[in-house]
């Protein structure tokens, strides 16, 4: 993901607004996002924030005050395209869309979380009225597949379901007390350099398994022994193995904010898990629960805060697994 710097102009790529972009629907005027109205839609999204942070106190404290956002809307570069949506003259959403080479192949503009903001009151039809000018922009420049990254409490996910969206990642935050669920007679070591082969092996069987039904993410090039020798020996990083029958059986890895997950969560207080894995034939014997426990001791003995995940919603198995024992934030 891109964090693209520079000064933010008026217009959109110093072109013409594309027809439409200025009319009134039910009282709202769609706009290009001007520098005047940055400082404005940073305190939009601060305060949905605070309220995120009410029902969930383990998001990290450092976006509430909306400096962090700040400084990402007055950073943007020119290229970046947003607008500002506003009823009777006053700010009430706001949408920026950041262009990302390839996903899977296709070209995309991303919103992350903290780059759309709207008031609570008619916050669906205003989400309607931004993305569809935001959508004419990003067709015209060539970005034919759209990512959205909310808040789970934010803009109603039935609203972006009826405008064509589905629900591709879940990110979801923990404490750091041991996890509950049923007890394993697994043993549980960390990984050496010398395991490195290992890893990797079930690294990819992960990549089969999201690549297969029903999750059939496109297929990837797993890492290498020698790069997972390199992640085994980062301090930042733990590896741990599940041995059972004499043989190893499953695998979880935890390391500092992973900064491919959602933004609210790539916080230095945050340990994330970015990947976990155990063989067909012996799950639902505690082997996950087991290492899960471990990364979490790991993360709590490093002085985490936090321990967070990102999974794929339409996989069915870990989707299970994971909301047991994590809350989902984005």
């Not at 990402?72 to 700010?91: I, N, P, S, T, Y």
């Not at 609203?159 to 935050?173: H, K, S, Y």
């Amino acid at each position: 993901m891109t964090d693209p710097t520079g000064p933010n102009g008026a217009g959109i790529r110093g072109q013409q607004l594309p027809e439409g972009m200025g009319s009134r629907a039910s009282r709202l005027e769609v706009k290009a996002l001007p520098r005047s109205l940055v400082e404005e839609a940073a305190a939009l999204f601060a305060g949905n924030y605070r309220k995120a942070r009410e029902r969930q106190p383990l998001l990290p404290a450092g976006h509430a005050d909306g400096e962090g956002v700040l400084r990402k809307l007055a950073g943007l570069a020119a290229g970046e395209q947003g607008v500002a949506v506003e009823r009777d003259g006053h700010l009430v959403g706001y949408g920026i869309g950041l262009a990302i080479p390839e996903w899977h192949g296709w070209r995309c503009a991303l919103m992350p979380e903290w780059a759309h903001a709207t008031v609570p009151a008619g916050c669906p039809q205003i989400y309607r009225v931004m993305y569809e000018a935001l959508a004419r922009q990003w067709a015209a420049d060539g970005r034919v597949c759209h990512l959205i990254c909310m808040l789970a409490d934010g803009a109603p996910l039935d609203e972006w379901q009826w405008m064509g969206f589905g629900l591709q990642c879940v990110d979801a935050v923990r404490g750091l007390t041991p996890p509950a669920g049923p007890t394993t007679r697994c043993d549980i070591k960390r990984a050496e350099p010398a395991d490195a082969a290992m890893v990797a092996g079930l690294m990819a069987e992960l990549t089969g398994h999201l690549s297969d039904a029903p999750v059939f993410l496109p297929p990837e090039v797993p890492p290498a022994p020698a790069e997972v020798e390199a992640h085994l020996t980062d301090p930042e990083r733990a590896c741990f193995l599940a041995l059972l029958d004499d043989r190893t059986v499953g695998y979880i890895t935890v390391r500092s904010a992973n900064p491919e997950a959602g933004w609210v969560l790539q916080d230095p207080c945050t340990a994330s898990i970015d990947g976990a894995y155990t063989l067909p034939q012996y799950r639902g014997q505690g082997v996950a629960t087991a290492l899960l426990g471990e990364g979490v001791r790991w993360a709590r003995d490093c002085g985490y805060g936090r321990c967070a995940v990102d999974f794929e919603a339409h996989n069915a198995q870990g989707a299970r697994f994971w909301l047991r024992h994590f809350e989902p934030v984005s």
